[in-house]
């Protein structure tokens, strides 16, 4: 039997974090790299807004908390995770500059 070229053991695994939080970012790459050795892919999904008064046309009623804490989850979430793996996966010449 032949091997194709991409044959390859494919595992995944969930991790609940604090997405506004670098530090847990840190402590999900020690936990991967304590696991698996390495890091192939990162995948940023994290999405979502925060209060009962957030979506269209209620601009007006947002308060400022909320809408800190929906950048946070939206935006800052995607920087810290990537700022994360950045190092490791450049090191690793599997990542893209």
């Known amino acids: 039997m032949t091997s194709h070229p991409y044959d390859v053991l494919i595992s995944a695994e969930f991790a609940q974090i604090v997405v506004s939080s670098y530090n847990t970012h840190c402590s999900m790459v020690e936990k991967v790299l304590l696991t698996y050795g ?3 892919i990162l995948v940023n999904n994290a999405g979502g807004a925060s209060g009962i008064n957030f979506g269209i046309g209620r601009v007006l009623r947002i308060s400022e908390r909320d809408w800190d804490e929906t950048i946070a989850i939206n935006l800052k979430s995607v920087f810290l995770c990537t700022r994360a793996i ?12």
Do not use: F, G, P
Not at 87 to 95: E, F, N, P, R, S
């Open 38 to 40: 390495r890091i192939d």
């Open 86 to 97: 950045a190092k490791i996966m450049l090191d690793q010449k599997k990542a893209v500059s």
